[in-house]
T-cell receptor, first 116, second 114 residues
Framework: DTAVSQTPKYLVTQMGNDKSIKCEQN?????MYWYKQDSKKFLKIMFS???????INETVPNRFSPKSPDKAHLNLHINSLELGDSAVYFC???????????????FGPGTRLTVL | AQSVAQPEDQVNVAEGNPLTVKCTYS??????LFWYVQYPNRGLQFLLK????DNLVKGSYGFEAEFNKSQTSFHLKKPSALVSDSALYFC????????????WGAGTKLIIKP
């Protein structure tokens, strides 16, 4: 069974479109994250949710909006896509609150977004 | 400010030789240190972590890392490299001053040659 899953794996779209990426974890974790990995492989935290509540919201354009219908799901909706949004987006989850420090984050396989 | 440095963009090692991937960090509190591996077109996989206790931490796939507080380092090691170890390796650190957000290194590409 896949612990953290994301759909779709690949997403190719035109500038200006709106798209969503879905994430689900079956680990029973309380905290979920979205990361962006750019073409140079740098990882950047975008959002973090704990029990459906937003706890990290880094400097991310308002066009990006996370939604957590329940603690097992954290979806990412992107409006008005731009060329610079092309990247690999990773979802992750961890057992407890991010405040515990020692928790391991488990990552999904990633969604490669290409904006044309 | 909290930071993680992986000073080598790429490390080349012959198969069967020992390997080291370097990581140094800067935090104001007690660090929690992590190593992850990313194989091509895959997500990040957890390898090992240091929280407290023994400075030598053993992890998956025969990897280990040594926490050195005086040198603020957490180098990843393996006694005998395999070609299948070729991947991108990330070091990350958390501490209370970063509100326990993971601070990531830039990654080191490890190439194991047969």
């Amino acid at each position: 069974d896949t612990a953290v899953s994301q759909t779709p794996k690949y997403l190719v779209t035109q500038m200006g479109n709106d798209k969503s990426i879905k994430c689900e974890q079956n680990l029973g974790h309380d905290t979920m994250y979205w990361y962006k990995q750019d073409s140079k492989k740098f990882l950047k935290i975008m959002f973090s949710y704990n029990n459906k509540e937003l706890i990290i919201n880094e400097t991310v354009p308002n066009r990006f909006s996370p939604k957590s219908p329940d603690k097992a799901h954290l979806n990412l909706h992107i409006n008005s896509l731009e060329l610079g949004d092309s990247a690999v987006y990773f979802c992750a989850s961890s057992q407890d609150s991010q405040w515990s420090g020692a928790d391991t984050q488990y990552f999904g396989p990633g969604t490669r977004l290409t904006v044309l | 400010a909290q930071s993680v440095a992986q000073p080598e963009d790429q490390v080349n090692v012959a198969e069967g030789n020992p390997l080291t991937v370097k990581c140094t960090y800067s935090v104001s509190g007690n660090p929690y240190l992590f190593w992850y591996v990313q194989y091509p077109n895959r997500g990040l996989q957890f390898l090992l972590k240091y929280i407290t206790g023994d400075n030598l931490v053993k992890g998956s796939y025969g990897f280990e890392a040594e926490f050195n507080k005086s040198q603020t380092s957490f180098h990843l090691k393996k006694p005998s490299a395999l070609v299948s170890d070729s991947a991108l390796y990330f070091c990350a650190v958390r501490d209370i001053s970063s509100n326990y957000q993971l601070i990531w290194g830039a990654g080191t590409k490890l190439i194991i040659k047969p």
